[in-house]
């Protein structure tokens, strides 16, 4: 990120935040500075041609939609070139052109390749409407959507080919990274976890590059009361069918399994003047659109809560009122960071400062986890009986929230040589036992216990 970038992100925050926050999150990008040393690196031309002569999943086809207005000529070139330079040769390129001027259509005419399908349309109906067109046009069996002044990697559907060509899931997703206007400097990488339900709740972290299965997309459609989060609620509408199966049948494939993510950098975001990448603000509609798709997503699963904006924009919070857990069935339990000298005493974030936001401000966000610390945890009441069985003690939150006394068994425990590992060891027990049956852990970052 540029110098300008820099301090315009920070004039930003400090406008919503304060210069408190402000100089802390400056602070933190100076010192964590994240993937740094960060550097896209193509896949070699032996590897590019390994891929062409792949012919095992051919079969497979991959609608690409790209609805445009008045795109400039370099940008689009790019986007098609992208699409030309794809080792996986079984796809086509569908674009709705919403534009009052030629400039698209005289773009796309340059172009002589049968898989590029170019639609006039008769206005400007917005991203919705217009990639709904395309749409309508598609003939392939999943669909990808695509920014019009953004950049496919040449191996993106190849590895996307390869990624559903087994399970058929409902959505695949890449890892992301940004570029220049030149579209030559690539920087900001987004290493995304696989499926992640309550990190999804929180902000739209599988974004690009995303396929959708055809049959599921042509039924759902994209809706325009959503433009510019357009494709959070497309997601967020999957979930939640797939939730909703998971609470009418427990046997139901759970939505972690329809999912797949696909580790590897497959889609470079443009940055320019009048991009979100760029400049967050440009587009704070599209953050109020997200949370109203967040909040539709709560009134379908029936859960009473309130959404409201995180401090980092496009970011938000569910509030669940007295509970998650009476909200949450799925969830065998909630817990937050054990924190010692201001900073993180155990789990993934172990060492981090409290201060700080983590990578893609994850330490500020509820996400699923692995395993909570025994110590600053509760557990949903059909679980508390496991509880008791793995500690040998009766079931008392610890959870910050709702109980600030750690019970006396773990006070003493902790002052015993080794007691601190005999509880993380207490804690990773309970979590596997918890998690046995397919149950969730929720990690709430905002609730810290002080140890």
């Not at 690196?41 to 041609?49: F, G, N, V």
């Not at 794809?86 to 340059?110: C, F, H, K, M, P």
């Not at 599209?286 to 539709?296: F, T």
């Not at 799925?330 to 936001?357: C, E, N, T």
Request: overall charge negative; proline content about 3%.
């Amino acid at each position: 990120m540029s110098l300008v970038q820099n301090i315009r992100k920070t004039m930003n925050y400090s406008r919503k935040n304060g210069y408190g926050e402000a100089a802390v999150a400056a602070w933190e990008r100076v010192t964590a500075k994240y993937c740094a040393d960060y550097d896209y690196r193509a896949p070699d031309q032996d590897t590019l041609e390994r891929q062409r002569a792949d012919q095992s999943v051919s079969d497979l086809k991959f609608s690409i939609l790209v609805p445009a207005y008045e795109t400039q000529r370099v940008y689009m070139s790019a986007l098609i070139d992208s699409c030309i330079a794809q080792t996986y040769g079984n796809w086509e390129l569908i674009i709705a052109d919403g534009s009052a001027s030629d400039i698209v259509r005289d773009t796309v005419d340059r172009y002589h390749d049968a898989r590029i399908r170019y639609v006039r349309l008769e206005g400007n109906d917005g991203i919705a409407e217009n990639t709904n067109r395309a749409i309508e046009l598609a003939t392939g069996d999943y669909y990808g959507l695509l920014d019009h002044d953004d950049l496919l990697t040449a191996d993106a559907l190849y590895e996307m080919a390869h990624a559903v060509q087994e399970r058929r899931p409902d959505l695949a997703y890449s890892d992301e990274d940004k570029c220049d206007e030149s579209g030559r400097r690539f920087y900001d990488p987004h290493f995304k976890l696989d499926f992640n339900l309550d990190l999804l709740l929180t902000n739209n972290y599988i974004c690009h590059f995303m396929v959708v299965r055809a049959d599921i997309l042509k039924k759902m459609r994209i809706r325009k009361e959503y433009d510019g989060s357009q494709d959070y609620d497309i997601i967020l509408r999957i979930v939640g069918g797939r939730l909703l199966k998971e609470k009418e049948n427990k046997g139901a494939e759970p939505v972690e399994k329809a999912i797949v993510h696909v580790p590897r950098v497959l889609y470079h975001w443009r940055c320019h003047e009048n991009s979100t990448a760029d400049n967050p603000q440009s587009k704070m509609y599209a953050y109020e659109a997200g949370k109203k798709a967040l909040i539709d997503f709560a009134s379908r699963m029936g859960w009473k809560v309130d959404v409201r904006h995180n401090k980092h924009l496009g970011f938000y919070r569910i509030e669940y009122g007295d509970s998650v857990l009476t909200h949450r069935p799925d969830l065998a339990a909630v817990g937050g960071f054990a924190a010692r000298h201001g900073r993180v005493a155990s789990g993934i974030y172990k060492g981090q400062p409290l201060l700080y936001a983590g990578y893609m401000n994850r330490m500020d966000l509820y996400q699923n986890t692995d395993w909570l610390d025994i110590r600053n945890m509760a557990v949903n009441k059909a679980y508390q009986g496991a509880y008791e069985e793995v500690t040998g003690y009766p079931y008392v939150s610890t959870f910050y929230a709702e109980n600030r006394d750690l019970p006396q068994w773990m006070r003493d425990l902790e002052r015993t040589a080794g007691g601190e590992e005999r509880l993380m060891e207490l804690g990773v027990g309970l979590c596997r036992r918890l998690t046995a049956d397919g149950a969730r852990l929720l990690l709430d970052p905002v609730c810290i216990r002080k140890i």
